[in-house]
């Protein structure tokens, strides 16, 4: 699933210009089960399956006698919300592990003695923590500087302020009788961006009002 993932688009991009690299490992190769399991039934008779100390912590040993990392995030549906401030932290360090959570969740240890921050998407349950991590990655790696050929592009993007995007519009001007607002037609820069403003406004406050109380007074 991952493997698939990272090799396309921005992401394939980004590794081939040498901005980014992203390496994905299968649990399994780290074993010491004779059937590559990684997972058993948990302690105190609970439902569902567990997975297991020992391949978790000797692939993260093996990562970390290679190389510093500066976190390493379980995705999980109780850790913090990821924002895109999260995101904005994030692509500031060097290297990251991100595990990710399947079954039933993982051995507590794990989270107790290797995991240093736990990172949720959202408040629902995945199959697995791959789509988790995968958003993660995507959300993180398209703001390292020189990966979307136009940096100012990941600077505009929604909840970069606490605000929804103001609406964008391409040519023609006029399809079907739909038109573009006359102000983003105008010219004037200094109109248009206090047009931007004040749609982003809007929007947040009649789409993500939570937003609002999130960031600075406006």
Request: with cysteine.
């Amino acid at each position: 699933m991952l493997n698939g993932f990272v090799h396309e688009s921005i992401l394939e991009r980004a590794q081939r210009k040498g901005l980014v690299e992203i390496h994905v490992h299968n649990l399994r190769d780290y074993t010491t089960d004779k059937h590559r399991r990684v997972d058993d039934y948990p302690y105190g008779g609970f439902a569902g399956m567990v997975m297991q100390c020992q391949p978790i912590d000797a692939c993260v040993s093996h990562l970390i006698s290679e190389r510093h990392y500066d976190e390493i995030i379980f995705t999980s549906p109780d850790g913090e919300q990821f924002t895109q401030p999260v995101a904005n932290e994030l692509s500031l360090l060097n290297n990251l592990i991100i595990l990710c959570g399947h079954y039933k969740g993982i051995d507590y240890r794990i989270r107790e003695h290797l995991i240093t921050r736990e990172i949720s998407i959202g408040d629902y349950v995945l199959t697995g923590g791959e789509i988790a991590a995968a958003a993660i990655v995507d959300a993180v790696t398209r703001l390292v500087p020189g990966v979307i050929g136009d940096d100012q592009s990941a600077l505009s993007d929604c909840f970069q302020d606490h605000l929804l995007a103001a609406p964008i519009y391409t040519r023609p001007a006029v399809y079907k009788g739909w038109r573009v607002p006359d102000i983003l037609l105008s010219g004037n820069d200094a109109k248009i961006k206090d047009w931007e403003f004040q749609q982003s406004l809007e929007r947040t406050r009649r789409l993500r009002p939570d937003l609002m109380d999130e960031g600075p007074d406006l």
